[in-house]
């Protein structure tokens, strides 16, 4: 970190900060470190088709992009278990199609929807009913059953302590009601996919994951090395997996122990990074989730609550939330905007600035350094935090494809294919729109939402401290007991008072503080 306040004189903030870099490394170089060697935590990252249609090549790049990011993931001692990696891709409809043949059924209109399901691998019994759960919450909302299927696995190459661990793993194939498509069908799977959540919960199986439910996204997951992943799962090395959209992940654990469930990417993101106000975002959407569900999903309401479930690590929190804001009819990239915006300020375009004062007022921004892959089924999104803490990379080709990720040379792409590329700055993003076959850049894409609704009326209307009443000439003046009441209603502690308000009363001025102890080690 580099402090500009007290510069040498005659040298600007620039040059400081480029001898800086320079002394740095040559201290490192003498200590004998590699400053080319570190590497962040985590790997994220998506290859998309901008026309929209299915490839197999996305598929194999996406793979080869998640093996070659694997340095970015911890081993265990047993060398085969990792902390978790995965893939999020369109789902093959010509392959489940085949599929669904095998079970004797034949094919209803409309796209095959499919679960793929964690069941408690050692509890035959527990097994049954989870799939019991799962079926009768399929019949309540009108979906057909066109049966199960066990997903091949080749458990030689994981870990002793991954298989220890390790799920029945099973996929259910659905076709959706008639007439039911788009998204309308995802926020039926979304709707019954809590459904059947709740019931499990409620009737205490635990090992019961749904690691997806849709007809657009399917995810193979788990704890082995990103090199195994098309070992384990057989299922990627068919011709017939073709995908529009592949989003990859390796994951580092950092503030949760490795678990299968746990392994991203969860239902519509991978994220690389941390998110420092989860404790705060979560009682957000405590308090405000009874409101927000009755106003998106009506009398299903209670279905999805909590949208945040137990034990959910940070990104797991962050996915819960941004999946309910694009089943209650957002897109992907307004929904980025909600969560993670960017830094903004009086010099923000005024339309830019008018939007985000909106949606600060729906959304307590989840702050931290992020790099997130994102997708609602029509839209592949990719973006940064406000800081850009954590990288993220783009390359778009001649032959229709963008690939993002935390590296560049995750995959070997002909320099004389490529189109642009690049690094996105500060609170940026890149999507695509997979029905229209469109690229939009980070400023086309604010330009399109700010555009949507007149937000300089939406925000005309909000009560401001300017239209509070003037204060009564006598001052307002309680007994002790009161005084606490109020206070504790208001959270404030003693330390506050200290700490923060004392100095602003004394100095009309915000309190500066630090953290930290400097009392020496023993």
Known sequence: MT?????PPGMSAAEYTTAYEAVRERL???????????????????????????RREVVELGIKALKAIWHRGAVDADG????????????????????????????????????????????????????????????????????????????????????????????????????MDGEALERALYLCRKRIEKRAHQANHVGFYLCSF???????????LAEHIDEFYPDLRDERFHAAVVIFHQRYS???????????????????????????????????????ASIAFGERSEDIKPVIPAGASDTAALDAVFEAICRSGRDAPT????????????????????????????MEPWDGPAALAMTDGRWAVAGVDRNALRPLRYTQTSDGLLIVGSETGMVQI????????????????????????????????????????????????????????????????????????????AGQTLED??????????????AIGSMGDDTPLA
């Open 3 to 7: 402090d500009h306040t007290s510069l």
């Open 28 to 54: 490192f170089e003498a200590a004998g470190y590699d400053i080319t060697a570190q590497h962040d935590a985590c790997g994220v990252g998506l290859v998309c088709s901008i026309d929209g249609k299915p």
């Open 80 to 179: 085969k278990t990792g902390d978790g990696a995965g893939i999020l891709l369109s789902v093959p409809q010509d392959f489940f199609a085949d599929q669904v043949k095998r079970t004797g059924h034949a094919l209803r209109p409309g796209p095959i929807a499919v679960g793929q399901v964690f069941l408690p691998r050692n509890d035959l019994g527990a097994q049954e009913a989870c799939r019991t759960i799962v079926e009768a919450e399929a019949l309540r909302f009108g979906f057909y059953i066109y049966g199960w299927r066990q997903v091949p696995v080749n458990i030689a190459v994981i870990g002793e302590k991954a298989n220890a661990t390790r799920p029945e793993i099973e996929q259910i194939m659905l076709a959706p009601p008639a007439g």
């Open 214 to 224: 849709s007809a657009k996204s399917l995810i193979y997951k788990g704890m082995f």
């Open 254 to 292: 950092t503030n949760t122990f490795p678990q299968w469930w746990l392994a991203q990417p969860f239902r519509c993101l991978a994220h690389n990074g941390e998110i420092n106000t989860i404790r705060g975002n979560k009682n957000w959407m405590l308090s405000h989730e009874i409101k927000m």
């Open 335 to 362: 929904a980025k905007l909600m969560l993670v915006p960017e830094a903004w300020d009086e010099h923000t375009p005024e339309k830019h600035l008018e939007m985000y004062k909106y949606l600060a007022s729906v």
């Open 414 to 489: 002909p320099e004389s294919t490529v189109i642009a590329k690049g690094r996105m700055g500060p609170g940026q993003m890149i999507a695509v729109d997979l029905d229209q076959g469109v690229l939009l850049c980070d400023r086309e894409i604010k330009d399109r939402i700010a555009g949507e609704h007149d937000y300089a009326a939406m925000i005309g209307e909000f009560i401001t401290v300017a239209d509070l009443p003037e204060p009564d000439a006598a001052p307002l003046r309680f007994d002790r007991a009161e005084l606490t009441r109020r206070q504790v209603a």
């Open 497 to 510: 008072m200290e700490l923060i308000l004392a100095p602003m009363v004394e100095t009309a001025k915000e």
